[in-house]
Nanobody, 121 residues
Framework: QVQLVESGGGLVEPGGSLRLSCAAS????????MGWYRQPPGKQRELVAA???????DYEDSVKGRFIISRDNAKNTVYLQMNNLKPEDTAVYYC???????????????WGQGTQVTVSS
């Protein structure tokens, strides 16, 4: 049974930073591509960052240079360091397992509860 538990969201002012965490169970974490998705209010969910088990990464254009994805394979946890946050980053953030490093499609249909990130002054 796959379980994805996201945490670390909150309210932050523009220019601020947050670090999200996702603890994954039931996932072959040591070999899986892991990724962070977000769903802004009234919009579709989109993939913003992905990372292979070997450390290769890919980012959505709007977050390049501001977000950093990382992972701890020993803890089955993936992180998203978000810097220089902008109001348009406001969304519920989720983790999942993309089907490939450059694929936006998630492997699992069951999503975690997500963590809300609100960027506002």
């Amino acid at each position: 049974q796959v379980q994805l538990v996201e945490s670390g969201g909150g309210l932050v002012e523009p220019g601020g930073s947050l670090r999200l965490s996702c603890a994954a169970s039931g996932v072959p974490f040591s070999v899986a591509v892991m990724g962070w998705y977000r769903q802004p209010p009234g919009k579709q969910r989109e993939l913003v960052a992905a990372m292979t088990s070997g450390g290769s990464t890919d980012y959505e254009d709007s977050v390049k240079g501001r977000f950093i994805i990382s992972r701890d394979n020993a803890k089955n946890t993936v992180y998203l360091q978000m810097n220089n946050l902008k109001p348009e980053d406001t969304a519920v953030y989720y983790c999942n397992r993309p089907r490939g490093l450059y694929s936006p499609y998630p492997t699992y249909n069951n999503w975690g509860q997500g963590t809300q990130v609100t960027v506002s002054s």
